[in-house]
């Protein structure tokens, strides 16, 4: 099956640092999302993004999906933004469209 | 308020016990998912149904059962608990296949 493969694993950032996270898949997909789960275990949508770029804030995603990987921006990292960061990809099967999750990134932002 | 709400919160059962997870929806969407996420894991699907009276099987279906009688509810049912059903567990859904999948607050499963 498919493989989504996130970097890095672990992040720790300073309050009002930059970064970037990293999706890597293995086969052509449908769509891509990226989701924040919170401390909580609460899993936000952040981004639907099949291709190209969108912002929402201080968030933005770029998916180019001929060379198969998405990229998340987080700037002015606040400690709200800590939690853990999933990449899925959408791909068709037999039984109609799945989603698939990466590993996620853990990211804590610290005062 | 329109969302997905999933209870209880928590779950406690005994081993070989059926335990039945709720999750019902007000957003009119006609897909619903169920996902399993174990610690330091990624989400794994579990049923997914495109419409109602319709389901189909995920990556680890075995151990489980559904049934989608309504457009808002997608119960989840843990047949026989064993122990290693104990996670989280995650309700979602989407207005189609493939469009954008909203999650619930889960639904954690201890089997004892």
Not at chain 1, 39 to 66: D, E
Request: proline share 4%; with cysteine.
């Amino acid at each position: 099956g498919i493989q989504v493969e996130q970097s890095p694993p672990d992040l720790i950032l300073q309050e009002g640092a930059n970064s970037t996270l990293r999706c890597n898949f293995s086969d052509s997909v449908n769509n891509l999302q990226w989701f924040h789960q919170n401390p909580w275990g609460q899993l936000i949508n952040l981004f639907y993004i099949p291709s190209g770029t969108k912002q929402n804030g201080r968030l933005s995603a770029t998916t180019v999906a001929t060379e198969r990987y998405s990229l998340l921006y987080i700037s002015s990292s606040q400690t709200t933004d800590s939690g853990v960061y999933f990449c899925a990809v959408y791909i068709l099967t037999g039984g109609g469209n799945k989603l698939t999750f990466g590993t996620g990134t853990q990211l804590k932002v610290e005062l | 308020d329109g969302g997905i709400t999933q209870s209880p919160k928590y779950l406690f059962r005994k081993e070989g016990q059926n335990v039945t997870l709720s999750c019902e929806q007000n957003l009119n969407h006609d897909a619903m998912y169920w996902y399993r996420q174990d610690p330091g894991q990624g989400l794994r699907l579990i049923y997914y149904s495109q419409i109602v009276n319709d389901f189909q099987k995920g990556d680890i279906a075995e151990g489980y059962s559904v049934s989608r009688e309504k457009k808002e509810s997608f119960p989840l049912t843990v047949t026989s608990a064993q122990k290693n059903r104990t996670a989280f567990y995650l309700c979602a859904s989407s207005t189609a296949p493939g469009q954008s999948e909203y999650f619930g607050p889960g639904t954690r499963l201890t089997v004892l």
